[in-house]
C-alpha cells in the first residue's frame, strides 16, 4: 500500500552535495552569442503552486538560491520566469533580488499567457502588441533593461505563429530582448518560427517519464541547432523519489498523473528508480537531472530547469552536471518507465488551468470557462 510520502526535509543548504565532481562531464552550451550552464534554475515553484517554500518565499532565500545556482556552473546559468508565475510577483521578486548580479545570470521570461485577474493565466495573446506590452511590463518587475530570451509562453491559435515570432524578433531590434524562444511547439512550428529570423531555444517538458518530445521536437531543434530546454526535468517533483498527494492550491492537482487513481502507481515507479539510483551512489533526482542532460542520442546540448525552493536541491541539481551517468544506470532507469508505465497525460486535465499553461494544448476559446468551471 502507498501512503503519503512524507514532505522532504531541508538540509543544511552548504552541506549536502560535493560540487567536486568532473567538471568536463557537460560543458556549457551556447546560446545565440552566449554561454549557458547545463543546468538552470527555474522559478515556477517561487509561486507556491508546488507547497509552500520552507521559510516562505522571502527576498533571502531567493537571494541564497542564486547563490547556489551561481556556484554551480562553469558557465551563467539560465534562470527562467514567466510573466503569469504569481501574476508578476515572481517577476518582482527576482528583480529586488538579482541587483548586482543581473549580468551573472542567462534570465529568460515569457510572455504570451494573460493573468486577467487572481490566479492562474486564463488566456493565450500571441499579438504583437500583447508581447511588446508584456515584455516592457516584465523588463520593469524584473528592474533590467533586457533579457537575455524571451519566448512565446505558447503558440497562440488565433495568431499565425509567423506573426507572433516576427514580434519577438522586433523586440530583439529594440535592444529589450538578446535571443528568441518559443515553447511546447510541435517540430513542424519550429522549423515555421525558424524561416522567419533565428530561435536560439525551445523548452519542452522533458524527463524520464515524458519523452513523447524525442520523437518530433528533439530531431528538428538538433537539425536547426536551436538549443533545447527541458522544463520539468524531474516530472514536477516525481523524480525527487515520489511526492505526497498534491494539497489544497497545489498546481499538480490538476495534473492526471497526480490525480489520486494515477499518484500511488506512479509513485511506486519513482521509488524503484530512486532505489535503483541510490544502489548507483546517485541521489535519485541528480540521477533524473544527468539523464536528461544526456538524453536523446546523447548529444549533450540540453539545458535542464530544475524548479526548487530549496538551496540544498539546487546544489544536488547543479552538481548532477558534473558527473557521467553510467550507460547501465541510464538504460536501468529508462527500464522502471516503460512507454506506457506512467499513468496519465503529462498536460493538465482541463486547458486553462494549468500552473504553466504552456504544458496544455491551445484552446482559448475554451480557457476561460474551463478556468472559471474548475475553480473551487
Ligand atoms: N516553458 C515551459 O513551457 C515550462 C513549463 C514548465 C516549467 N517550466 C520551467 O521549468 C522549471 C522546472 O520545471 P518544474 O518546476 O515544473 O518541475 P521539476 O523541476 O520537474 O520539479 C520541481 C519539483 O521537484 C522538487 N525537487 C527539486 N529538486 C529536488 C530534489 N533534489 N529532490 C527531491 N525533489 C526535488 C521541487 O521541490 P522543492 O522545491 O521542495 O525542491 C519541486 O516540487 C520551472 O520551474 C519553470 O521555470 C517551463
Given at each position: 500500500?502507498?501512503g503519503?510520502l512524507?514532505?522532504?526535509?531541508d538540509?543544511?543548504?552548504?552541506?549536502d552535495?560535493?560540487?567536486?565532481t568532473d567538471p568536463?562531464?557537460?560543458a556549457?552550451?551556447r546560446?545565440?552569442?552566449?554561454v549557458?550552464?547545463p543546468?538552470?534554475?527555474?522559478t515556477l515553484?517561487?509561486?507556491?503552486?508546488?507547497?509552500?517554500?520552507?521559510?516562505?518565499?522571502?527576498d533571502?532565500l531567493?537571494?541564497?538560491l542564486?547563490?547556489?545556482?551561481?556556484?554551480?556552473?562553469?558557465?551563467?546559468p539560465?534562470?527562467?520566469t514567466?510573466d503569469?508565475?504569481?501574476a508578476?510577483?515572481v517577476?518582482?521578486q527576482?528583480?529586488r533580488?538579482?541587483?548586482?548580479?543581473?549580468?551573472?545570470?542567462v534570465?529568460?521570461?515569457?510572455?504570451?499567457?494573460?493573468?486577467d485577474g487572481p490566479?492562474r493565466p486564463?488566456r493565450?495573446?500571441g499579438?504583437?502588441?500583447?508581447?511588446?506590452r508584456a515584455?516592457?511590463?516584465s523588463l520593469?518587475r524584473l528592474?533590467?533593461?533586457?533579457?537575455d530570451?524571451y519566448?512565446?509562453?505558447?503558440?497562440?491559435?488565433r495568431?499565425?505563429?509567423?506573426?507572433?515570432?516576427?514580434?519577438?524578433?522586433?523586440?530583439?531590434?529594440?535592444?529589450l530582448v538578446r535571443?528568441?524562444g518559443?515553447?511546447e511547439?510541435?517540430g513542424?512550428?519550429?522549423r515555421?518560427?525558424c524561416?522567419?529570423g533565428p530561435?536560439?531555444a525551445?523548452?519542452?517538458?522533458?524527463?524520464?517519464v515524458?519523452?513523447?518530445?524525442e520523437?518530433d521536437?528533439v530531431?528538428v531543434?538538433?537539425?536547426l541547432?536551436?538549443?533545447?530546454?527541458a522544463c520539468s526535468?524531474?516530472a514536477r517533483?516525481?523524480?525527487g523519489?515520489g511526492?505526497?498527494e498534491?494539497g489544497?492550491?497545489?498546481y499538480?492537482?490538476?495534473?492526471?498523473r497526480f490525480a489520486?487513481?494515477n499518484?500511488?502507481g506512479?509513485n511506486?515507479?519513482a521509488r524503484r528508480?530512486a532505489a535503483?539510483?541510490a544502489?548507483?551512489?546517485?541521489?535519485?533526482?541528480?540521477?533524473?537531472?544527468?539523464?536528461?542532460l544526456g538524453?536523446?542520442d546523447?548529444?549533450?546540448?540540453?539545458?535542464?530547469?530544475v524548479?526548487t525552493?530549496?538551496?540544498?536541491h539546487?546544489?544536488t541539481?547543479?552538481a548532477?552536471?558534473h558527473?557521467?551517468l553510467?550507460?547501465a544506470?541510464r538504460a536501468g532507469l529508462?527500464?522502471?518507465f516503460?512507454v506506457?508505465?506512467v499513468?496519465?497525460?503529462r498536460?493538465p486535465r482541463v486547458?486553462?488551468t494549468?500552473?504553466d499553461?504552456t504544458?496544455?494544448?491551445?484552446?482559448?476559446e475554451?480557457a476561460?470557462?474551463?478556468?472559471?468551471?474548475?475553480?473551487?
Amino acid at each position: 500500500m502507498t501512503g503519503p510520502l512524507a514532505p522532504p526535509a531541508d538540509p543544511d543548504p552548504d552541506t549536502d552535495t560535493d560540487l567536486a565532481t568532473d567538471p568536463r562531464v557537460h560543458a556549457p552550451h551556447r546560446l545565440g552569442d552566449l554561454v549557458v550552464a547545463p543546468v538552470g534554475w527555474g522559478t515556477l515553484p517561487l509561486t507556491g503552486g508546488y507547497g509552500a517554500a520552507p521559510g516562505g518565499r522571502t527576498d533571502e532565500l531567493v537571494g541564497r538560491l542564486l547563490d547556489v545556482v551561481l556556484a554551480g556552473g562553469q558557465a551563467p546559468p539560465l534562470v527562467d520566469t514567466a510573466d503569469f508565475y504569481g501574476a508578476g510577483a515572481v517577476e518582482e521578486q527576482l528583480g529586488r533580488t538579482l541587483g548586482h548580479r543581473r549580468d551573472d545570470v542567462v534570465l529568460a521570461g515569457r510572455g504570451g499567457a494573460v493573468v486577467d485577474g487572481p490566479g492562474r493565466p486564463r488566456r493565450i495573446d500571441g499579438s504583437p502588441a500583447h508581447l511588446r506590452r508584456a515584455c516592457e511590463a516584465s523588463l520593469r518587475r524584473l528592474r533590467t533593461d533586457h533579457l537575455d530570451l524571451y519566448s512565446l509562453a505558447r503558440v497562440d491559435p488565433r495568431v499565425p505563429l509567423e506573426e507572433s515570432v516576427g514580434a519577438l524578433h522586433d523586440l530583439v531590434r529594440a535592444g529589450l530582448v538578446r535571443h528568441v524562444g518559443l515553447s511546447e511547439v510541435t517540430g513542424e512550428e519550429l522549423r515555421r518560427a525558424c524561416a522567419v529570423g533565428p530561435v536560439a531555444a525551445v523548452a519542452s517538458e522533458w524527463s524520464l517519464v515524458s519523452r513523447d518530445v524525442e520523437a518530433d521536437v528533439v530531431p528538428v531543434a538538433r537539425a536547426l541547432g536551436v538549443v533545447i530546454v527541458a522544463c520539468s526535468p524531474l516530472a514536477r517533483g516525481l523524480l525527487g523519489g515520489g511526492v505526497p498527494e498534491p494539497g489544497e492550491g497545489d498546481y499538480r492537482r490538476n495534473h492526471p498523473r497526480f490525480a489520486p487513481g494515477n499518484l500511488p502507481g506512479n509513485n511506486r515507479l519513482a521509488r524503484r528508480a530512486a532505489a535503483l539510483a541510490a544502489a548507483a551512489g546517485w541521489d535519485p533526482a541528480a540521477a533524473a537531472l544527468a539523464w536528461v542532460l544526456g538524453a536523446g542520442d546523447g548529444a549533450r546540448d540540453v539545458v535542464a530547469l530544475v524548479g526548487t525552493v530549496r538551496p540544498a536541491h539546487l546544489r544536488t541539481a547543479c552538481a548532477a552536471a558534473h558527473r557521467d551517468l553510467p550507460p547501465a544506470v541510464r538504460a536501468g532507469l529508462e527500464a522502471c518507465f516503460p512507454v506506457g508505465g506512467v499513468a496519465g497525460d503529462r498536460r493538465p486535465r482541463v486547458p486553462g488551468t494549468a500552473a504553466d499553461p504552456t504544458t496544455a494544448p491551445a484552446s482559448v476559446e475554451t480557457a476561460s470557462s474551463a478556468e472559471r468551471d474548475a475553480r473551487p
